[in-house]
């Protein structure tokens, strides 16, 4: 493992913001992780973990130590006629491991090319992207219990995926550090093509593995900008779920408004939508911006401290809701 103290953390998160932390520790391998835990963690010193730190914005100093899983490897553990068990280690790129896929020909990753960070940390906040969700192909997940240093495996029947969101992120924060996914793939080509954009970027009816890829990562370009040319950490809002009868009425108002039905009782909303209505698109406070081609995404236009992100994001918070009584909740972690 590598310590490092006095580390800044405007390399270990996307959205780059100049703060710093007391100490940084890389993990290589399991027998890392268990060791840090069982030598750094057993006290009441604060400490996070994170992967590629992408989906995490850091708006002042981290008193603690920091954790970076940096365990490698992709491995086949069984093949099937229907699918292939597949062994990622946490600090596998994502996008590595959906390129990994594709040349293997295994399906049910493709649709979520490009998203950034580490494989860890994709079953935490069930990434997803164009109609597909990192819960959806999660068979079980290899972590370190914190408390014990045990190792324990998890059935992703036990995690409760749901919208960005599953026990890691509940009752489960701090209790894991995950060491490895495993993932169930089909063999048989099975493309996904609900997401509207992603149907019409396909002009073939059965599309192979890497024209989807294609054509995702050029929906993706046009909406999302690349962490390391401009500083982001993709949706920074979640898109709120709200009653369907107001949604129902919203709609009225705004026939334009995007709607997604999650149940009889409740209707999911597009906050780029709401935040655009509001003016904010491509605007900015000090160095803190929203992103001229998707106004969900949040961006430090350069030497944006934690704070400055923090003022933008509360004002896109108050816009949003004395217009249309809806409280958005970040999608990012904030520290
Ligand atoms: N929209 C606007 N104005 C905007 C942005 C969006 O009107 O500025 C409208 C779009 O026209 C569209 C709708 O809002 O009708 C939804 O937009 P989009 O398809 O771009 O997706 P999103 O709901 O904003 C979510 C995920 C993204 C994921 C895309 C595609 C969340 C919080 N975000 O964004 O994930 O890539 O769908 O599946 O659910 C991320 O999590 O970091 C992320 C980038």
């Not at 060791?35 to 002042?60: A, H, K, N, R, W």
């Not at 491995?75 to 597949?86: A, C, F, H, L, P």
Request: glycine fraction near 8%.
């Amino acid at each position: 493992m590598d310590i490092t103290y006095e580390k800044s953390l405007k390399e270990l998160h996307t959205f780059a913001t100049e703060e710093s932390c007391n100490c940084h520790i890389v993990c290589y391998d399991t027998n890392d992780v268990r060791q840090v835990v069982t030598d750094y963690l057993q006290d009441d010193t604060p400490y996070l973990v994170i992967g590629g730190g992408s989906d995490i914005v850091f708006t002042e100093r981290f008193n603690g130590i920091i954790i970076s899983p940096i365990i490698m490897g992709i491995d086949i553990v069984s093949e099937g006629s229907e699918s292939t068990i597949v062994r990622a280690g946490a600090g596998v790129v994502w996008d590595d491991f959906v390129k990994w896929c594709i040349a293997h020909e295994l399906w049910g990753a493709e649709n979520m090319s490009g998203i950034p960070g580490h494989v860890g940390a994709s079953p935490v906040q069930n990434v997803g992207a164009y109609g597909a969700e990192a819960g959806d192909i999660i068979k079980q997940i290899e972590a370190i219990e914190i408390a014990t240093g045990r190792s324990v495996t998890i059935p992703a029947e036990e995690c409760r995926f749901a919208y960005r969101n599953s026990r890691f992120k509940e009752e489960w924060k701090n209790r894991f550090i995950i060491t490895h996914v495993l993932f169930e793939l089909k063999s048989k080509a099975s493309p996904n093509l609900t997401y509207s954009a992603l149907k019409q970027a396909i002009n073939s009816p059965e599309p192979t593995l890497q024209e989807i890829r294609d054509a995702v990562i050029s929906v993706r370009d046009s909406k999302l900008p690349d962490p390391a040319l401009i500083p982001n950490a993709g949706s920074f809002f979640k898109n709120p779920i709200i009653d369907k009868v107001y949604a129902d009425r919203l709609k009225e108002q705004y026939p334009d408004m995007p709607v997604y039905v999650v149940n009889e009782e409740s209707t999911k909303i597009a906050a780029g939508w709401l935040i655009e209505q509001c003016g904010w698109k491509g605007k900015s406070i000090g160095p803190a911006g929203v992103y001229e081609k998707q106004a969900l995404v949040l961006v430090n236009r350069g030497g944006a401290k934690g704070a400055d992100i923090q003022n933008l994001a509360n004002a896109i918070i108050d816009s949003v809701r004395s217009r249309f009584n809806i409280t958005l909740e970040p999608e990012v972690y904030i520290y």
